[in-house]
């Protein structure tokens, strides 16, 4: 069994920062890639950023400049600067994990709101 759990969500004032993180847990044997989507209500899941077991990072282009994503071992963070009224969001980790065959699997989210 494998689960990613989510940190780090909260409020914060427009332009402000915060930091999540998400940490994979159970027989993993590798991970592909881990990233990070996001769902505003109403609205579509979009995908956030995103970086391989390689270190190469993809980032919407909304994000670009003030999300940046990194990952320690099993452990994904996405340092959020510049925090605007329109990143409020349920913020999503998602990551293609190696257990026994290549499985993908999703955290239950946290909440993101910007506001004053």
């Known amino acids: 069994q494998v689960q990613l759990v989510e940190s780090g969500g909260g409020l914060v004032q427009p332009g402000g920062s915060l930091r999540l993180s998400c940490a994979a847990s159970g027989s993993i044997f590798s991970i592909n890639f881990m990233g990070w989507y996001r769902q505003a209500p109403g609205k579509e899941r979009e995908l956030v950023a995103i970086?391989?077991?390689?270190?190469i990072t993809n980032s919407a282009d909304s994000v670009k400049g003030r999300f940046t994503i990194s990952r320690d071992k099993n452990t994904v963070y996405l340092q959020m600067n510049s925090l605007k009224p329109e990143d409020t969001a349920v913020y999503y980790c998602?990551?293609?994990?190696?257990?026994?065959?290549?499985?993908?699997?999703w955290g239950h989210g946290t909440q993101v709101t910007v506001s004053s």
């Open positions: 998602n990551a293609q994990i190696k257990v026994a065959t290549i499985v993908t699997v």
């Open positions: 970086i391989t077991s390689g270190g």
